[in-house]
C-alpha cells in the first residue's frame, strides 16, 4: 500500500540547520518530492529526488535517500525565518501519476 | 514563470448546494489533477485527467464530483451537493508529463467552506 509518514513539527533557531524526516512504504516510487507550504498559499515545489539517486544539493537544501529503509530527508542549511513553513515529502510512482503526501512538518524558525 | 490559476480563493456555499471549482492549467500542460486538504490533514489526490477522460480517481471521488474541461484552457471540478465533510482546500494541478520527472505545478487553492 501507499502511505507518507513525516513527524509533525521542527522547532530549530535561526542560522541551524533543519532536518525533516520522512519515511515510504511503496518499494515502486520512482521520484519523491519536497513541497513547501506557506500559510494560506499553494504547494511550491522545492527539490525531488529519482529513486536511483542517494543524494541531491541544490544550494542550501539536500535530500537524502536511503532507498533500502525507505528514508528520505531534507536538510536545510542556515535556516532563516523565512523557511518557516509546513514541508510536504511526496511520491509517486512509475505505473501511476499521482501524488501521494505525508502530513506535513510545521518548521518553526525562532529568531 | 507560468501559473496555475484558480477561482474564486474563498468560496461558502450552503449545504446541499452544487459548486464549480475553477481552474486554468498551464498552456501546454496535458495532465490536470485535483487535489483536496481537510483542514489539518493531509493533502489527498481526487482524480487526474488526460486526452479528455478521467485516467485515475480515488476513492474519495464518488458519484457527488465531476471533472470537466469545457474549453482549451479551463478546467473545472464540480460538487453536485455539498456536505458540509466538502469543506477543505482544493488544488488544481498540471503537469506536461506523468508528473515522474519533476512533480507537478499547483495553484494557490480554492478554499471551500460549506455551511
Known amino acids: 500500500g501507499e502511505d507518507v509518514e513525516q513527524s509533525l513539527f521542527l522547532s530549530v533557531r535561526e542560522g541551524d540547520s533543519s532536518v525533516i524526516n520522512c519515511t515510504y512504504t511503496d518499494s515502486s516510487s520512482t521520484y519523491l518530492y519536497w513541497y513547501k507550504q506557506e500559510p494560506g498559499a499553494g504547494l511550491q515545489l522545492l527539490t525531488y529526488?529519482?529513486?536511483?539517486?542517494d543524494m541531491k544539493q541544490d544550494q542550501r537544501l539536500t535530500v537524502l535517500l536511503n532507498k533500502k529503509d525507505k528514508h528520505l530527508s531534507l536538510r536545510i542549511a542556515d535556516t532563516q525565518t523565512g523557511d518557516s513553513a509546513i514541508y510536504f515529502c511526496a511520491e509517486s510512482r512509475l505505473s501511476g501519476n499521482k501524488l501521494v503526501f505525508g502530513a506535513g512538518t510545521i518548521l518553526r524558525v525562532k529568531s | 514563470e507560468p501559473e496555475v490559476t484558480q477561482t474564486p480563493s474563498h468560496q461558502v456555499t450552503q449545504m446541499g448546494q452544487e459548486v464549480i471549482l475553477r481552474c486554468v492549467p498551464i498552456s501546454n500542460h496535458l495532465y490536470f489533477y485535483w487535489y483536496r486538504q481537510i483542514l489539518g490533514q493531509k493533502v489527498e489526490f481526487l482524480v487526474s485527467?488526460?486526452?479528455?477522460?478521467?485516467?485515475?480517481k480515488s476513492e474519495i471521488f464518488d458519484d457527488q464530483f465531476s471533472v470537466e474541461r469545457p474549453d482549451g484552457s479551463n478546467f473545472t471540478l464540480k460538487i453536485r451537493s455539498t456536505k458540509l465533510e466538502d469543506s477543505a482546500m482544493y488544488f488544481c494541478?498540471?503537469?506536461?508529463?506523468?508528473?515522474?520527472?519533476?512533480?507537478?505545478?499547483f495553484g494557490s487553492g480554492t478554499r471551500l467552506t460549506v455551511v
Open positions: 494541478a498540471s503537469s506536461d508529463s506523468r508528473g515522474n520527472n519533476y512533480g507537478y505545478t
Open positions: 529526488i529519482f529513486s536511483n539517486m
Open positions: 485527467f488526460y486526452n479528455n477522460e478521467i485516467s485515475e
